[in-house]
């Protein structure tokens, strides 16, 4: 057992943050709750920290990992942290028409599943094939957070939908393998090694105001 899970999420949290500074995750949540938000999709769930920071807000949260050694790792945190607001899923989100043994986020929402307010997306360069799965002519979130790409498919995708867009900018990843948040941009104006995430929100939300304050 890791004897780290002892100590308070709100507690480990502040020292992360007093270490390595805040992430984009901290203020999505916060203007996600501002805005009334109570379902995320977190897609690419890895090993739940993102889950567990939607849950502790009071979102309900369907975390999808299909890795199933990452997974069993992701069921083991929501366990510790003693979270019911996460449901996870060992499941490979794709649009069904690009991979075989895939359930797309349109299937998903119409087998049942309540629509997202709030949809991260980080599954190692399949994020458009996600994203080109989530059925936008019924279901609007009101925010996207996905890995951006080289190609800046995934930010046109978002605007074509009608989402306002800001960036998330983080530093080169260090020697300790830690995301270093950097800055936000109205631009793609990443630096050399530089990466992170394009954050759509619908119009009516003022993402400038929240992230740039």
Same mark, same amino acid.
């Given at each position: 057992?890791?004897?780290?899970?002892?100590?308070?999420?709100?507690?480990?949290?502040?020292?992360?943050?007093?270490?390595?500074?805040?992430?984009?995750?901290?203020?999505?949540?916060?203007?996600?709750?501002?805005?009334?938000?109570?379902?995320?999709?977190?897609?690419?769930?890895?090993?739940?920290?993102?889950?567990?920071?939607?849950?502790?807000?009071?979102?309900?949260?369907?975390?999808?990992?299909?890795?199933?050694?990452?997974?069993?790792?992701?069921?083991?945190?929501?366990?510790?942290?003693?979270?019911?607001?996460?449901?996870?899923?060992?499941?490979?989100?794709?649009?069904?028409?690009?991979?075989?043994?895939?359930?797309?986020?349109?299937?998903?929402?119409?087998?049942?599943?309540?629509?997202?307010?709030?949809?991260?997306? *980080?599954?190692? @360069?399949?994020?458009?094939?996600?994203?080109?799965?989530? +059925?936008?002519?019924?279901? #609007?979130? $009101?925010? %996207? =957070?996905?890995?951006?790409?080289?190609?800046?498919?995934?930010?046109?995708?978002? *605007?074509?939908? @009608?989402?306002?867009?800001?960036?998330?900018?983080?530093? +080169?990843?260090?020697?300790? #393998?830690? $995301?270093? %948040? =950097?800055?936000?941009?109205?631009?793609?104006?990443?630096?050399?090694?530089?990466?992170?995430?394009?954050?759509?929100?619908?119009?009516?939300?003022?993402?400038?105001?929240?992230?740039?304050?």
């Amino acid at each position: 057992m890791n004897p780290i899970k002892f100590i308070p999420f709100s507690t480990r949290e502040a020292i992360r943050r007093a270490i390595l500074g805040k992430n984009h995750f901290h203020d999505l949540s916060k203007f996600a709750v501002n805005i009334g938000c109570h379902v995320a999709f977190d897609v690419g769930a890895q090993r739940g920290y993102e889950s567990i920071l939607f849950a502790k807000t009071g979102m309900t949260v369907f975390a999808f990992e299909p890795h199933r050694p990452t997974f069993k790792a992701l069921q083991a945190t929501i366990r510790a942290e003693g979270v019911a607001n996460v449901y996870p899923f060992c499941l490979f989100v794709l649009n069904e028409s690009i991979a075989v043994n895939a359930k797309s986020l349109t299937s998903f929402i119409r087998a049942g599943s309540p629509a997202p307010d709030l949809v991260k997306i *980080d599954t190692d @360069g399949d994020d458009l094939k996600v994203l080109a799965g989530f +059925p936008f002519d019924t279901c #609007k979130p $009101a925010l %996207f =957070s996905v890995e951006r790409d080289e190609a800046g498919e995934v930010a046109k995708k978002l *605007d074509a939908e @009608g989402y306002k867009i800001i960036y998330a900018i983080y530093k +080169p990843v260090n020697r300790w #393998k830690r $995301a270093i %948040f =950097s800055r936000y941009s109205l631009t793609p104006d990443f630096q050399g090694g530089e990466w992170g995430d394009v954050i759509g929100a619908l119009p009516g939300y003022d993402i400038e105001s929240a992230f740039f304050s």
